[in-house]
């Protein structure tokens, strides 16, 4: 942590500070320049909370160096995490993981046509939602319960394993019984209980970017998880929103090498809640590949014109196979 | 809903968008332009979900006129709406109501304390966090229900009412036996679960808006409540994510009069979470009440510096009355 | 400037950035700590181009202390600038100034006629567009040089001096001769070539602050002028650009006290530009003087349904003379 | 346009907005719908100025259906433009043209080496700039007029065309003479009079997107130039502003493959300013291509740790012959 103070402040503040510093149990060094002195702390472990210096008279700015994660940080493991889920591995040298199927699980019947046309195309793993999370309540809600069972058995029937997102803790136990993997949705990225409960469990775990989370806030909401044991975590990067609006959100595909620099954890990318419009999937993905994301999830639906959520950006299946070829060639020459 | 057809769209096209709109049971007029067609769709009650033509050739864009919500709108509600809660009312006609009290409860004395020393100063409710929202799990995350017992205490001994945030809906129900009121924080705005379960007890609830929720999600969360039958909502307006980052968050001060406008529901702010700067609380919470906040909730900590959470934020017991004589010199010419 | 750097950089990486350091003629302080070593960098006065280091192995972060600007700095220049412009004076202990009058200068008669209803209701100085930035090239540009004249005779007639924006270096001349104060628009705000010539004249100057500028940009901005030798700048807050589109743009108020704190220079608020809507503009303007602003810029039309340009979010006469009354009012708080 | 009117709005309030449609020369066509009535505005020939409609008691909301531009969209230009500059061709059909050269030319051998070591890597032209905007007066400003002959010098000696940005207007006539193109930066996107004028030359042109401008603000600004008869314009997306701070500003690729159907204009990507980071640049140029874009402009340094501006972006001669093997064996595949 650096304290930089103001320009004129006085000594006896400089002193005050350093020692409200002292009295948190941690080393403070002066560092006096041309045009104002600014104060380094030493001999913390992490990020120390601020609140007592802030606003000590004379201080303008608390610069902090630690980051309030440490788990998930590249910096205290060096190596590249390969998380292995539903028999399918996510990570480095590992080749890119295919995610494909529905929004949402819609009836029996087109949850096993979806399985079988992803599959068809080389997907290697199905998605669809039994619980949705809606803007309004006068919108489809998911199947719930019954979803979760026509997702396994289309997983079953085409051999893919199966990922759903989990909206509550109590459905937590549930939907283990029936997913390989459990997906948290942008909007619950700082549902800190939820990441709790998910950490306690061994299970593995995608998790997306909030809407307006920073990396580091990305980063510290995976800590939660890791925090309480659960090493098999996948990040997600699925746009954030900014002030253009021609796109859902705007998919900012620079995180992906940032964040394999910076965390030892996969990340995959969903280009179609970031784009939000069909003929923008398929370049987005491929783009996804080529900055090095381990992974793609895509939303693919029998026939999307009759989706009932999120049927504009949702691929149909000849949409899916040209796709899938064409990420076949890029794998061939990345 | 009108749908905008490119310029070179067929006759053929047309035609098929009206019928894709018929199938919907729903009527489509189309209206011939000089340099594009549009095609009006009526008929429809509330919000339509486009998904099935959003896509179709020759579409260039989908325009809802319909919102995700309706309960909370004035538009069919148009008397504005009083809400009580804990003996104090919120809403047009009432004197503003201020919220005030330290960011998280730390101890039974430090509550006490606050609790007096708001009490003293004229506030009619107090605030305090039991249970923590962290973007880090290494910070401190609240006392938990301990908290809450001290919270209730203190608000008895000052003879306030108390609001606290609950995070999961496991805790409702305890939180119920000690709160006056709910808060439903800014990061779990979309957590719809959760919204769904505090709309189904009786209880007044504070919802905040999310760090970058638009105001037209802000007012569809709270249609979430009032469609499971609780209408007892106050909104609360802390301050938005956006590129500037000298302040924590950008506090959207014309959203106060906007939403007084579009919902019966009465609005407060927090300037406190929205600056997080301590000499921008008495400022922005004078500029609150002059574009008609039906309340503030402001952070006061008997000892600001030795804070665990948000100290550089909270007012201290001086500066909280300075501001409430400020306040009700306002309150005199409004 | 603090250079942060890896947990596992090396003894002789920190050696060979205390090198690149040293090669700059400025001192590197390697100050160790638990996690990492961090390296202070002194001896420097003002910003360092951090280019030569930033990108060294082992490097982590560079965190600037010094800002790009120190003119327009009340670290540098502690007390509060007063600028007088057109007869007018900005600044602490000055009445806050009223500048009003319409959008664009579309006529002889509709200038009169505003800006006699301006001064009739109160106002101190009159604004009117000869030169418009719009959006697209197909909507109207303003008058030109004919509008500065008719802009020019109003303010005679009512007995105000007069400010109008200046989009191009050409026009300097000619506009300073017509003018009492130049503004620069928010789309110009980075136009450095336009501030610096600004900066040659002894002329007063009133900055808008981009669409998506930092504070540290728009102080920035400001630097520009001064550092050619002009003190006489205005700030202007006018609403920067978020992901909400409910408003046209938000009106991030806290910078007024904000920016009070960090820069001597006075500062005002547009609530016009920013919120884009008639119904928003009283309450903000009445918040913009209660946050501290020295001064209000808003658009006022004879008669707005009928105006070129920005019609709906300008005053008519009646609204105009009560937000004067109500400021009034306030003023007598303040 | 579509206006749409309060639930509940009166039928004189329709008939009123119907009248104040006609009197502006157009057609009015009330929808009415089971919650509200819209009026459709037939007949206007572009966009249309909603300000005398936008406030009239009973309307909730103006929709506009017509953009601000028209010369540069797709809708009205269906066949791609190719835009030839400097003996080179951007466009579709052409391979992706690379841009290449220092962010700022700083001295004669400076220039020469980086052209040679360009060239040698197979770039089709060079860039640097002589006229550099930089967000503070005391950071260095380019050489300019001397730095405008060393570019042209490196640029013949290595066989290449060069291009420029070009800051205000007095300049234009000199740049020309020059270079092969100008570049008009991301902070000009809105000096509207800089785009007229450049409009008014035969002469190629490369507009860079602002920071916060959306794409329709992005293609009104081409349509500024086209509008003047110059058509020789290539559209350069380079990042946006985001909340993000991680990266210098956050790339939307997304607006490529967006851009390309809604213009006939060819579109290029600048990672090095998008990112701000080297290690992002090759991994976001790649990505450029696969996405569709014409062209990729790259800052490239021969010693990018002694650069007098953005060095910690540019890459060095190694980084940019390795990014160019990569490229040429992407477009072996596209």
């Not at 280009?271 to 491929?286: E, I, N, Q």
């Amino acid at each position: 942590m650096l304290i930089v103070m103001d320009h004129a402040a006085t000594e006896a503040q400089v002193a005050a500070v350093a020692a409200a510093v002292k009295a948190m149990g941690l080393v403070a060094q002066p560092i006096p320049g041309s045009e104002r002195t600014a104060i380094g702390v030493l001999g913390n472990e992490g990020y120390v909370d601020d609140s007592s210096i802030r606003d000590l008279p004379g201080v303008r700015e608390v610069i902090h160096v630690s980051k309030p994660y440490k788990l998930v940080s590249r910096d205290f493991h060096p190596e590249a995490s390969v998380v292995e889920a539903g028999g399918v591995r996510f990570g480095n040298g590992q080749p890119p993981v295919i995610i494909a199927g529905p929004c949402s699980v819609e009836s029996e019947t087109q949850m096993l046509a979806a399985a079988h046309l992803v599959k068809a195309a080389g997907a290697h793993m199905l998605r669809g939602g039994a619980f949705k999370p809606r803007t309004g309540p006068h919108s489809f809600q998911g199947l719930g319960y019954e979803g979760l069972k026509y997702l396994r058995q289309a997983g079953d029937a085409a051999g893919l394993p199966v990922i759903t997102e989990v909206m509550r803790i109590e459905q937590l136990e549930t939907v283990c019984r029936y997913a390989d993997v459990l997906q948290i949705g942008a909007r619950n990225m700082q549902n800190f209980d939820l990441l709790k409960e998910v950490g306690k469990l061994g299970f593995p775990v995608l998790l997306k970017r909030g809407m307006s989370a920073t990396i580091e806030e990305f980063l510290s909401a995976a800590e939660y998880i890791l925090a309480e044991g659960n090493e098999r975590v996948i990040l997600c990067e699925r746009g954030i929103r900014t002030f253009e609006r021609a796109t859902r959100n705007t998919l900012d595909l620079s995180v992906v090498p940032l964040v394999r620099g910076m965390s030892h954890l996969p990340i995959i990318v969903d280009p179609s809640h970031a784009t939000g419009k069909r003929s923008l999937v398929a370049p987005m993905a491929k783009a996804a590949l080529v900055v090095g994301a381990h992974g793609i999830m895509v939303e693919v639906h029998p026939d999307p014109e009759k989706a009932l959520c999120d049927g504009a950006q949702s691929l149909d299946g000849a949409g899916f196979s040209k796709l899938m070829a064409e990420l076949n060639v890029l794998r061939g020459i990345l």
